[in-house]
């Protein structure tokens, strides 16, 4: 858990965009709250506390699944593996498991017939909307029906919205996320100067967080350069 609430984090950020006195608490939180769900993307860093699993339960016939934050009851932010358990219980460890294959691409799985018995591989097919769901290459028969699908995955995070909220990420990340939103800060203010600065402080942050990090030996492919392109034009940021 972080020790820097919202009341707290406005504040700073208001210090290192030198104390403006015509922003609402509103435009605050946006920004922090951008730079928080921009962190806690696993593209970015995989954050054991949003690290989580839900299951799926197979139906006879059934190749697509409704994986809508509506039904999973939170917003899936990327999945690290998906498990077939040729039984009805996730917690029985004497049942046979095997991981699926990823396919990225929803063509290697809807280009052909699809065969029936067990999945060997998944794709995902839409946003966290209302088409959002998780397709299996084979079409489940009696045998499998109600066997489960074990989805070990990331989730995104509950925006913070009332002043004493923090964040779920260790202490360490509050500055990150301060820095980063004042970056936005000084963007949203038409100042490139200022904001290329704190960019570029925010970038050289989180790159010392994820060195510092210990990690699994099986979680090296989460140390990697940070890239943030991609976030500058995401409509959220």
């Not at 054991?48 to 899936?76: C, E, K, P, V, W």
């Not at 839409?126 to 074990?150: M, R």
Request: proline letters at 4%; one cysteine or more.
């Amino acid at each position: 858990m972080g020790l820097d609430n919202l009341t707290t984090m406005r504040a700073n950020v208001n210090f290192m965009l030198e104390n403006r006195d015509d922003l609402a608490d509103s435009v605050f939180d946006r920004w922090i709250n951008w730079t928080y769900i921009q962190i806690c993307n696993p593209g970015v860093a995989r954050h054991r506390a949003l690290q989580t699993n839900f299951t799926i339960a197979l139906a006879t016939g059934d190749i697509d699944y409704d994986i809508r934050s509506t039904t999973i009851g939170f917003q899936l932010a990327g999945i690290q593996q998906v498990v077939y358990i040729d039984g009805t219980s996730a917690t029985d460890h004497t049942l046979t498991r095997r991981k699926l294959r990823a396919s990225h691409d929803i063509r290697t799985i809807a280009a052909r017939p699809f065969s029936q018995g067990p999945p060997h591989k998944y794709t995902l097919q839409g946003e966290n909307g209302d088409n959002q769901g998780l397709i299996i290459d084979s079409q489940p028969t009696a045998a499998e029906n109600l066997n489960l699908l074990l989805v070990d995955c990331w989730r995104y995070p509950d925006i913070l919205s009332a002043g004493g909220d923090v964040t779920v990420l260790p202490p360490a990340w509050d500055e990150v996320i301060q820095v980063g939103a004042a970056w936005r800060g000084w963007r949203d203010q038409n100042q490139p100067d200022r904001a290329a600065e704190m960019k570029q402080q925010f970038a050289e942050m989180t790159q010392t967080l994820l060195t510092m990090t210990d990690v699994d030996a099986e979680d090296w492919e989460t140390r990697f350069e940070v890239n943030l392109q991609p976030y500058q034009t995401d409509a959220r940021g």
